[in-house]
């Protein structure tokens, strides 16, 4: 049971949010809880929504993005991320069940995509205080100043999924994984 209210239905949600819910719909064929959740504040919804689809035009692939949203939700502890980004991980960006455990443990067995993932890990554990070091391996192992922003992007966006999910108690939607078991 969520701490504040789930709607139902996108009818149930609040009237500004309902656009952008059937938006969700149409794209991902359901309306997961994630969104459902966030549709409380159409700002925040919009916020969201409008983030997460400027990121997907980015110059991060779809795998090292899956890869950072797994790292992020393991260290936050956020089963729901991690049910979810597990789920999108296997079937949407192709990353196999090695990958991902190695993603939750903050790792990459792709020598580029381990720098980024190291990199949002570090970003996360030091809350943004990353050292010169951080920010030279991620530029050696190849990514560009545009992709290093978007690394910090994608740790902010997902920190917001967990803290979300996390703090209102989202119920799970997909298979269920712990953050406890990596």
Do not use: W
């Not at 149930?12 to 991902?28: D, I, Y």
């Not at 995509?113 to 190849?142: H, I, M, N, T, Y």
Request: aromatic content about 4%; overall charge negative; proline content about 4%.
């Amino acid at each position: 049971m969520t701490r504040i209210s789930l709607p139902a239905s996108i009818d149930a949600a609040p009237e500004a949010s309902q656009p952008l819910l059937e938006g969700v719909n149409k794209m991902l064929g359901s309306v997961p809880n994630l969104f459902r959740l966030t549709a409380n504040s159409p700002a925040a919804l919009e916020g969201y929504l409008g983030l997460n689809g400027a990121l997907a035009k980015g110059a991060l692939d779809p795998q090292t993005r899956e890869r950072i949203a797994l790292a992020v939700a393991q260290l936050n502890g956020c089963d729901y991320c991690l049910s979810a980004h597990t789920y999108l991980g296997k079937n949407i960006a192709k990353l196999d069940d090695a990958e991902i455990t190695a993603n939750r443990n903050g790792t990459s067995s792709d020598q580029k995509a381990d720098a980024a993932v190291r990199f949002a890990v570090a970003l996360v554990k030091s809350r943004g205080q990353v050292s010169e070091g951080d920010v030279s391996a991620a530029k050696l192992a190849g990514y560009s100043e545009a992709e290093l922003v978007e690394i910090v992007a994608h740790v902010a966006l997902n920190t917001l999924t967990n803290y979300l999910n996390e703090a209102f108690d989202t119920p799970i939607d997909f298979p269920v994984v712990n953050a406890s078991a990596a």
